[in-house]
């Protein structure tokens, strides 16, 4: 049992030039998902990059740092 005034109209049947632009609309949103998909990937590897040079020079500096702390211990040992 329906109400009255809640029928619907009939569902509009789809022409050539409404598929046309639905598929040129899907082929539109792919590409750009594509490119945001490369450029996601290319600020990635960036990222990547970046970090592992921060990772190396960090490093580097800890080393140095343990390093002259050890030489300055030694030679404050020397030194009494």
Known sequence: MTMPGS???PYPKIGGATVTRLR???KQYKASSESIDKALATTERGFE???KDADSRA???D???AAADKNRDISRLNHR
């Open 59 to 61: 490093a580097t500096r």
């Open 24 to 26: 040129n609309a899907r």
């Open 49 to 51: 990059e970046a970090f």
């Open 7 to 9: 029928e619907l109209p």
């Open 63 to 65: 080393r140095i740092k």
